[in-house]
């Protein structure tokens, strides 16, 4: 099954979202910020990147653009987690490398079905 | 697939409040005019977090009046907006809505709605005054009657696999709209294979989409490839190029899922969450820790040491020899070596620090001088001192007390500051420290200090001392602590109206701590509380009355002596008192309240321990003192009943069960008892 490594500092969003990929039957990896998930993609490798854009240390932003240069991530597919009024963070997003974006607030069903759109 | 979303609530309230203290921590230490960007970034994320949070979480009220907040602090952290002291106030106003909102889904009753409202609308006000165009009404799906379906052309860049993107996946997206027929261009394949890079793409596609879904549906596909593909989406129409392309054999039709299941789930999803969420409003909320990663790890680290120490015991055990005996001692040293670092770290757990209750004190002192009109810089020490949570949670409203008197009655305005020679802005500080197994908590003001004469004439007037009384200064300066006493001349809103330092000294008390008061006129006061670190434990010095063991927590006795029989004397023939210096006690024989066996009824036998509490003595009559030691309260009140002047029971190393003295109940006990001593006492300590 696709490992999936979830990004975000918010305790409960990074609870619901593992504890709804682990429902779906997904491996997932969870980090606290860009840079603990920075360390733990080089340590192990994801298959999804999945993760917020505002958060403390390195933001989701930022986390792709470094993620996209190391060449075991170059094709992976990122998606940014976003609220509907960071219209320009998507287009920021978008030019760090991430592959699409999910709109909060989002309810499980959303985020499963928004993943079947990245996995082959 | 079905998610309870209400367990996640829990987790969200916590980190929601966390959020919300580092928000007002944040906006109060923010500069007006002077922005720190990574203040201002800070307060955002906090706000930013809350606001996805309960939208995810099905609090969209909370979500709705967060984005506004967010909204400004997103101005203010792009320049476009100046901090201002306006702002900051407003801000800190919604941190107090949020927390109230909070605090109601949390409760699951209704939230102030006229107070969100209210606060909805300076919020709004403050940004860009008519700024109501910010919700433009969303495009209209216009949809065409004539449309059958869709043809899209869909040409990605070379880049496309670069953004993690893959046309497959997109295409198969399109399929899941309706029945189609795709047909793949492969124009732009190089010619050569040297010039062939497999990381580009070169493929394009052109798909009829035989479903007349609105266009955003079509578009949604495509959203996230906006700008890295040529798109083209032209309505088919039942004649015309959907002819043309229906006869190109290259196209295959794809059966469309079931989309009205999918969405009759969801409903049914939604419903059960609204049931949830009332069972959630029922059931009563769970306290609950968070603890430091480190913690787990070292308790964890502790366990497996014990495991160790185990086994070898029981290996030393299943052979033993007497040959082995030193072995068998190290093994003891050991386990209890590995039992008291256990013992250590599991109370450390609910340990936390002193931070979480001044952390408050902020904001509270910034409202509460603006509104007396005082200057006051407020400065803590010691944040990370830690103590028990149970002693955190009940220490906070006695401070809160504490801290508005010092601002209301301690120190003054700044004119009359000015005049005194000081600076016209006072100062306070919260201290806190470790001394021994207490910590201890200063309120120390620099303003005028308490009026010993006022307390005093205050005190006469009210009955609570004699006409003729002489007291100390600290007799004097603890009167303050006195029921219904208090010395502003005019009853504030700020500091109540003297039913609060009564009560204050009783919730301290309650907690096994002590509460005082050191004060010199002009130059201000100190409010000192003593709390012991934990509920759980006590230090207590173990007595012995014939073969009963008890214990008296040690920080309430002041002395031990050895009877000298002509300080004794008796008074209505039962009572006895005992002259030390020049201070009249009366004895308790504690052989006597508890109906036991003692060694000798002889008092120059025994010995007598003086305790206090509540700021009376008295003499505890024993045969003799034991050892001190920590020990572990269990409650009588829960394993059996209520027993006047015992406060617990422990179990001693021995396995008897020893009984905690309870020093207030036993002085209580001794004042109904001993009604006619106290008033000869009374009569010799005045005369």
Redesign the interface.
């Known amino acids: 099954m696709a490992s999936i490594l979830a990004v975000d500092?918010?305790?409960?969003?990074r609870?619901?979202v593992t504890?709804?990929l682990k429902?779906?039957g997904y491996d997932v990896i969870e980090a606290i910020d860009g840079q603990d998930a920075l360390t733990k993609a080089r340590g192990k490798q994801a298959d999804i990147i999945l993760t917020?854009v505002?958060?403390?240390n390195m933001d989701g932003i930022a986390l792709i653009r470094e993620l996209?240069k190391l060449p075991q991530y170059?094709?992976?597919?990122?998606l940014l987690?976003t609220?509907e009024?960071a219209a320009d963070k998507k287009a920021e997003g978008?030019a760090a490398?991430?592959?699409?974006?999910l709109v909060?607030?989002?309810?499980?069903?959303q985020l499963?079905a928004t993943l079947k759109?990245?996995?082959? | 697939m079905s998610i309870e979303i209400s367990q996640f609530h829990q987790v969200f309230f916590e980190e929601s409040s966390e959020g919300l203290e580092i928000m007002e921590s944040g906006l109060l230490a923010l500069g007006v005019g002077e922005p720190d960007l990574e203040a201002i970034n800070t307060i955002f994320r906090a706000a930013h977090s809350i606001k996805g949070g309960s939208g995810t979480f099905g609090f969209t009220a909370i979500s709705e009046f967060t984005h506004v907040m967010e909204t400004l602090l997103d101005e203010m952290r792009a320049g476009k907006r100046l901090v201002t002291r306006e702002a900051v106030d407003v801000l800190l106003e919604g941190v107090d809505r949020l927390r109230g909102l909070l605090g109601a889904a949390r409760d699951g009753v209704p939230a102030d709605a006229d107070d969100v409202a209210a606060t909805s609308r300076r919020l709004e006000a403050l940004l860009d005054g008519g700024n109501t165009g910010g919700a433009a009404a969303a495009v209209a799906d216009v949809t065409l009657p004539a449309v059958t379906g869709w043809r899209v052309r869909f040409v990605p860049a070379a880049h496309l696999f670069q953004t993690g993107n893959d046309p497959a996946r997109l295409l198969r997206e399109l399929m899941a709209l309706g029945p189609s027929r795709i047909e793949c261009d492969l124009a732009r394949l190089p010619t050569h294979l040297d010039a062939y890079d497999p990381e580009s793409c070169y493929l394009a596609w052109t798909v009829d989409l035989d479903n007349d879904v609105p266009e955003a549906a079509v578009r949604e596909v495509f959203e996230w490839v906006d700008n890295d593909a040529d798109i083209r989406i032209v309505p088919l129409a039942g004649d015309g190029p959907a002819n043309e392309a229906a006869a190109t054999p290259a196209l295959t039709a794809v059966p469309a899922p079931d989309e009205r299941r999918s969405g009759d789930d969801r409903r049914q999803h939604e419903d059960r969450r609204a049931g949830d969420r009332r069972q959630m409003a029922a059931a009563p909320a769970t306290a609950s820790i968070r603890v430091d990663i480190d913690k787990v790890d070292a308790l964890i680290n502790m366990v497996g040491e014990l495991v160790i120490t185990q086994s070898m015991l029981s290996q030393l055990a299943a052979d033993f020899d007497v040959a082995l005996i030193e072995k068998l001692r190290a093994g003891v040293a050991q386990l209890e070596r590995n039992t008291r670092e256990l013992q250590e770290s599991v109370m450390s757990i609910r340990m936390m620090p002193i931070s979480f209750s001044f952390n408050r004190f902020p904001r509270l002192v910034r409202d509460l001088s603006a509104k007396l009109g005082k200057q006051v810089n407020l400065k803590m020490t010691g944040e990370n001192t830690e103590l028990d949570k149970t002693v955190l949670e009940k220490i906070g409203d006695p401070l809160v007390h504490l801290v508005r008197n010092a601002l209301d009655h301690g120190i003054e305005p700044p004119d009359v500051r000015r005049e005194c020679g000081k600076h016209s802005a006072g100062t306070l500080t919260l201290n806190a420290y470790h001394e021994g197994s207490n910590i201890v908590i200063e309120i120390i003001d620099d303003g005028a200090g308490l009026n010993r004469d006022r307390i005093l004439a205050k005190a006469r007037e009210r009955g609570i001392v004699g006409d003729q009384d002489v007291l100390s200064d600290e007799q004097i300066f603890d009167l303050v602590f006195a029921p219904g006493f208090s010395t502003a001349t005019v009853v504030s809103d700020v500091s109540g109206r003297g039913v609060g330092m009564d009560v204050v000294r009783r919730n301290i008390k309650d907690l096994g701590g002590v509460v005082e008061v050191e004060s010199k006129t002009g130059e201000g006061s100190v409010f000192r509380i003593r709390l012991p670190l934990t509920l759980a434990i006590l230090d207590g010095q173990l007595v012995r009355v014939g073969s009963e063991v008890y214990i008296v927590s040690l920080v309430s006795i002041i002395e031990s002596l050895q009877v000298k029989p002509d300080a004794v004397s008796s008074v209505a023939g039962q009572t006895e008192l005992y002259r030390l210096r020049d201070e009249y006690l009366p004895i308790v024989r504690l052989y006597d309240l508890f109906d036991v066996a003692p060694d000798s009824q002889n008092l120059g036998d025994g010995l007598l321990v003086i305790v206090e509490a509540e700021g009376r003595k008295v003499g505890l009559f024993v045969d003799d003192l034991l050892g001190q030691q920590q020990v572990v309260i269990k409650s009588l009140q829960t394993n059996f009943r209520r027993v006047d002047g015992i406060s617990g029971a422990t179990i001693l190393g021995d396995g008897k069960v020893a009984m905690i003295l309870d020093t207030a109940g036993l002085i209580h006990l001794s004042r109904t008892q001993y009604q006619p001593a106290r008033r000869w006492c009374a009569e010799r300590q005045v005369a």
């Open positions: 500092d918010s305790a409960s969003m609870q619901m504890f709804t429902g779906a917020d505002n958060m403390p996209r170059k094709f992976t597919p990122m987690l609220t009024s978008k490398g991430a592959t699409g974006w909060k607030p989002f309810n499980p069903d499963l759109k990245v996995l082959s």
